[in-house]
């Protein structure tokens, strides 16, 4: 009985420990992300391997100026890419809208 005790806290444990891991990624992911109105917008590097993630995770890698992410009109698809310089603009651009 106490075998069997010990397995399910050791378990329980090692569950934990993952989920506590996969935490903060899902919080960088959602600092790193701007969610408009049916579009989400990731702030992307221009390098090579985040090209490669980013298309891995959702398609075409596709960067966009900060005008049109809050330009009215169509929805998108997939979620596009943003560079730094042009996330500091959209959260300039969304506090002057509000």
Not at 2 to 19: D, E, M, P, Q, Y
Request: a positive charge.
């Amino acid at each position: 009985m106490r075998l069997f005790i010990c397995t399910i806290v050791a378990s329980a444990l090692t569950a934990g420990v993952a989920l506590a891991e996969q935490a903060p990624a899902a919080a960088d992911a959602a600092r790193d992300s701007v969610v408009a109105p049916s579009r989400t917008v990731y702030v992307c590097n221009k390098d090579t391997l985040t090209r490669r993630g980013f298309s891995r995770e959702h398609g075409a890698v596709e960067f966009v100026k900060a005008e049109a992410v809050l330009a009215k009109g169509e929805s998108w698809s997939a979620p596009k890419c943003v560079t730094s310089s042009e996330a500091r603009r959209l959260k300039q651009l969304a506090s002057l809208k509000r």
